[in-house]
């Protein structure tokens, strides 16, 4: 039997052995056995249930945890994607201003200035 499968019998025995406490109790309060073992079933059924709902809240927290930290990644992701965008604007801007720069160098209104004013 693999670890999952012992533990789900070690996790029955201790269900069937409080269960088992439970009927003694209730059988030594003066409950009649024949009422205890027409409840067996009801509660055998609860347990299942109760087992099921634990199964799924675990099951849910799994889930959340996958998808929290999927949405983490998504967003970093975008996030650097946004910073390569931002550094190419700068990028481009400053492109834009040192050609601004070396176009005013070298214009008409700078050899107009070198003509007129003497360095």
Same mark, same amino acid.
């Given at each position: 039997m693999g670890n999952?499968? /012992?533990e789900q /019998? $070690? $996790?029955e025995t201790k269900?069937?052995?409080r269960l088992f406490g439970c009927i003694r109790e209730l059988y #030594?309060?003066?409950v009649p056995f024949a !009422? /205890?073992?027409a409840l067996i079933p009801d509660i055998r059924r609860t $347990? #299942?249930?109760l087992y099921i709902k634990r199964m799924l809240e675990n099951n849910n !927290?799994?889930?959340l945890s996958m998808i929290?930290? #999927?949405m983490s990644f998504l967003l970093d992701a975008k996030e650097r994607q946004e910073e390569e965008e931002f550094k190419k604007l700068d990028q481009l801007i400053r492109q834009q201003q040192s050609y601004r720069k070396a176009a005013s160098e070298t214009g008409p209104v700078q050899k107009l200035k070198h003509l007129f004013l003497p360095a």
């Open positions: 999952h499968a /012992l /019998l $070690r $996790r269900d069937d052995a #030594e309060q003066g !009422e /205890l073992k $347990r #299942e249930q !927290e799994v889930l929290s930290k #999927e």
